[in-house]
């Protein structure tokens, strides 16, 4: 797995799953985001905070171009600066207000979030095609383990199933959860089928993996 001292890109959603203009919550190694599109399809990462109240963003709502707080309406634009305070119509918000962003990036149907700096591009998931997104109680590890494979460099995890090959996205938390992503190599009714019970399967295995680790 990347190493989070030296910038890398974290897989925070699929694209199937933020719809031109809405809004969801995802998270990094450096914490909450709001995660929106955009009207017109743009994709910005915004830290899951108004700076006015402190409510999440995430709980907005996106309108046209714009992410706004669903507490007192604060609008802030896709660089992170405020654009509309309602309860004052007439004021140009300062500069000084405004929400910290991160580069984001939207590649073979896979969102990915930077943190830090990253010396590249997010990875390329060529012939892979996003089914969904599920979390599992476990670290990397016991998913390693269940899976009896380890993952690359890029977090990937391939699985041999009769319905074909499935591969692993993880992205882990600093909770000792981890988001799994499944993907297919074919896109067919019956490999998504099994490759989602695959996942399921595996996920149980590892979370039974990770308590059996902190019982002992």
């Given at each position: 797995m990347p190493s989070p001292t030296t910038g890398f890109w974290t897989p925070v959603a699929l694209s199937r799953d933020l719809p031109a203009g809405t809004v969801i919550p995802a998270r990094t190694a450096a914490g909450s985001i709001a995660l929106w599109r955009s009207a017109s399809g743009r994709i910005s990462a915004s830290a899951d905070r108004c700076p006015h109240r402190g409510m999440?963003?995430?709980?907005?709502?996106?309108?046209?171009?714009?992410?706004?707080?669903?507490y007192h309406g604060w609008s802030y634009g896709q660089a992170g600066n405020c654009l509309r305070i309602p309860a004052h119509p007439g004021l140009t918000p300062p500069e000084t207000i405004r929400v910290a962003t991160h580069d984001v990036e939207e590649t073979d149907n896979v969102i990915w979030v930077a943190v830090g700096a990253p010396a590249s591009k997010p990875p390329r998931l060529d012939d892979l095609t996003p089914l969904r997104s599920l979390t599992a109680f476990a670290g990397v590890a016991a998913i390693e383990a269940a899976a009896g494979a380890k993952a690359s460099n890029v977090g990937l995890?391939?699985?041999?199933?009769?319905?074909?090959?499935?591969?692993?996205?993880?992205?882990?938390?600093?909770?000792?959860?981890?988001?799994i992503h499944v993907l297919l190599k074919g896109d067919t009714p019956e490999a998504g089928i099994g490759a989602s019970r695959v996942a399921e399967s595996l996920r149980r295995r590892a979370e039974d993996l990770q308590k059996k680790e902190v019982a002992q």
């Open positions: 999440r963003l995430s709980h907005g709502f996106v309108r046209g171009e714009t992410l706004s707080c669903i995890v391939e699985i041999d199933a009769s319905t074909g090959t499935v591969c692993l996205l993880l992205s882990a938390w600093e909770d000792g959860q981890t988001l």
